[in-house]
């Protein structure tokens, strides 16, 4: 069954870095647009980051803007999110997704066809 497999979080300092990863299996990231969003505790998910084959720009949530950061590793067929400078607001659960996503400065909007079953992202002293 294609999925997507994430790895990386845990408890983190305020101002400290983490990554999560996101692996792919039966198809590369080339065949889709590809997104992370998350989800803290009693609020709805929301995505920080979206890329779209259609539509441009590439999508960064303002809260996470010059901290987060979205990288590929194709040989691994893995990609990677990598935070930054974060903060007691950053805590949640973290989901890649790839689907069709359409973006515009302000918003991303669209369908994941395969999404990553979570990481927990921990940030507190």
């Known amino acids: 069954q294609t999925q997507l497999v994430e790895s990386g979080g845990g408890l983190v300092q305020p101002g400290g870095s983490l990554n999560v990863s996101c692996a792919a299996s039966?198809?590369?990231?080339?065949?889709?647009?590809i997104a992370w969003f998350r989800q803290a505790p009693g609020k709805d998910r929301e995505s920080i980051f979206c890329?779209?084959?259609?539509?441009?720009?590439?999508y960064y949530a303002d809260s996470v803007k010059g901290r987060f950061a979205v990288s590929r590793d194709d040989t691994k067929n893995t990609m990677y999110l990598i935070m930054n400078d974060l903060r007691p607001e950053d805590t949640a659960v973290y989901y890649c997704a790839a689907g069709r996503f359409l973006t515009g400065n302000y918003y991303c909007a669209g369908q994941a066809n395969y999404w990553g079953q979570g990481t927990q992202v921990t940030v507190s002293s």
């Open positions: 890329t779209s084959k259609t539509t441009e720009p590439t």
């Open positions: 039966d198809f590369t990231w080339d065949e889709y647009a």
